[in-house]
């Protein structure tokens, strides 16, 4: 049977213990944050790098003018051909209104057929206003479900009464030309299996299974499966930006939408407006780079959470940090030996149930429920570890899945780079990623696998960004990040020639929306006032 890949808002390496995935952790805190809609967090923080500000008037001019662009002159010239359209808002989702892009398969060859694209926007900032593209990351996440769903979480009243924020789901995601593998059904079957890929029989099954998933994802999608990488995505925002009439794109991204907006920025640097990347991600790494840092910054968030956990009155842990997480390691081997029932009768491997204890470490205002849900693992029951899977697998309580983030997250990341999958590499990996996290790293082992028998080719591979001549861009990281490790932040914002660098010391992914004033007041006058912060701003 084929098995489902993983999924989420930050652009994080899949669990590998199915038969062709666990899925890694959900973003609790990439779309939400702890504060009251439209507020800052009560806690008082404190900046540093108090220098000159750069105050801009929005941008303003001829939106249709050809800029300069790295872009190639077809994609250019497909853009000029779409840009003309009309859009037809409606209205939708309360107060929303919701519209239909039409987009080229593919910009290098319009003739190849057209796509829909889904779009929603916000109707608070009145008419005439400048938009703000919105997107949550993932790769596969909608930018559609975070307008409509969690917008007032997630961008402040003052930015949304400037701008007219603009959800998209990007090619192959959700509404948008979706990219399809699985029925609900089989979703459930796969995440209840387990393969081992330590051992030889193992790994031959685990590419079985994987080419048996791409089989299925190229059946049931189609052409499209082949067009859905971040480049083309990133051009598909260009064409949003010349239909919506603005004279530059202002963009606000999480974690892989910082992979997006850089796409963008080398792409089109001359109508980059206000950008903020959030959760940066570096574009300039491998696969097996980007899985590394993720085991090492997961590592590091367990034992956070572990020391916060013995300050706690629920905590089940006991003794030092070190010891808490002894005891986790000993709790998931023996899910490992002897997988849980939850009371609906699902079994649980450990792979969905690492899937589910990772969830809570996007934000640590969630870590009470990790306390929850280990404990109640320790007395035997899987229930809430279970809850926590079926959240990041997008799995509602009804047993249906609301979006297809699982098989968009490896449709995009297959074509967005190559990676050795001899069996030699793919041991001496997988021994490495297991001495940079000894609790999780061989869970993250193997994803190469994936994209072996991918019926389409990678359309790009990892490479630094420049974005020369783009307006200031500010890039965030979070120094507690586990998703998006804080030193691909400075590595961003040091390859683009504009970058400006904004560091919080807190815990959690991302952090506009939940870092409370420094970071907020800071984003918010960077996208209302156009005032550039000092590059090195700490925020604690």
């Not at 059904?185 to 890929?197: G, L, T, Y």
Request: proline content about 7%; some cysteine.
């Amino acid at each position: 049977m084929p098995h489902p890949l993983p999924t989420a808002p930050s652009r994080r390496r899949p669990l590998r213990w199915t038969a062709l995935a666990a899925l890694a952790a959900l973003g609790l805190s990439a779309c939400t944050g702890p504060a009251e809609p439209g507020s800052a967090s009560p806690s008082g923080p404190q900046a540093t790098g108090n220098g000159p500000s750069q105050a801009s008037e929005p941008p303003s001019g001829d939106p249709s003018a050809e800029p300069s662009a790295a872009a190639s002159a077809q994609t250019l010239k497909t853009l000029q051909a779409f840009q003309d359209q009309k859009l037809d808002w409606e209205e939708c989702e309360g107060s929303h209104e919701c519209a239909t892009l039409q987009a080229p398969l593919d910009y290098e060859d319009p003739e190849s057929g057209q796509i829909e694209l889904a779009l929603v926007r916000t109707a608070g900032a009145g008419e005439g206003a400048q938009h703000l593209l919105l997107n949550p990351g993932g790769p596969g996440a909608s930018g559609v479900d975070m307008v409509t769903q969690s917008l007032d979480f997630v961008v402040s009243q003052d930015v949304q009464q400037a701008y007219s924020v603009v959800g998209f789901d990007p090619r192959g995601v959700s509404r948008s030309a979706p990219v399809t593998c699985l029925s609900d059904a089989e979703m459930d079957q796969a995440r209840q299996e387990h393969v081992d890929p330590s051992t030889d029989e193992g790994l031959e099954q685990l590419r079985e299974d994987a080419a048996e998933f791409a089989a299925a994802c190229q059946e049931n999608t189609g052409e499209v499966l082949g067009h859905v990488d971040t480049e083309t995505s990133a051009q598909d925002m260009e064409l949003m930006r010349l239909v919506l009439g603005d004279a530059k794109l202002n963009f606000l991204g999480f974690s892989y939408g910082t992979s997006l907006g850089a796409s963008y920025a080398e792409q089109f640097p001359q109508t980059v407006g206000r950008f903020v990347l959030d959760g940066a991600m570096d574009p300039s790494l491998s696969d097996h780079e980007v899985t590394v840092g993720q085991a090492q910054a997961f590592e590091k968030a367990l034992h956070s959470w572990a020391s916060w956990c013995l300050e706690q009155s629920s905590c089940p842990l006991s003794g030092t940090a070190e010891n808490g997480v002894a005891q986790l390691q000993r709790l998931i081997a023996q899910v490992e030996e002897n997988p849980m029932e939850a009371a609906d009768g699902r079994i649980v491997p450990v792979s969905t149930f690492v899937s589910g204890l990772i969830t809570p470490l996007y934000g640590n205002e969630n870590w009470p429920t990790l306390n929850l849900a280990v404990g109640q693992a320790m007395e035997g029951s899987v229930d809430t570890m279970l809850m926590l899977a079926d959240l990041n697998a997008g799995r509602d309580p009804d047993g249906t899945y609301s979006s297809n983030i699982n098989s968009a997250f490896t449709a995009i990341n297959c074509l967005d780079g190559s990676a050795p999958a001899d069996t030699a590499t793919l041991r001496a990996q997988a021994a490495e990623l297991e001495e940079a996290s000894p609790t999780l790293g061989r869970f993250l082992a193997y994803g190469a696998v994936s994209c072996e028998a991918w019926p389409a080719e990678p359309a790009s591979e990892p490479a630094p960004v420049t974005a020369a001549g783009a307006d200031p861009i500010l890039v965030i990281g979070t120094r507690g990040d586990p998703a998006t490790p804080y030193e691909w932040a400075p590595a961003l914002a040091d390859q683009l020639e504009s970058g400006v660098l904004v560091t919080w010391n807190g815990e959690g992914h991302t952090a506009y929306g939940r870092a409370g004033e420094c970071i907020g007041s800071t984003v918010d006058a960077y996208l209302v006032e156009g005032t550039v912060p000092e590059d090195g701003l700490v925020c604690d």
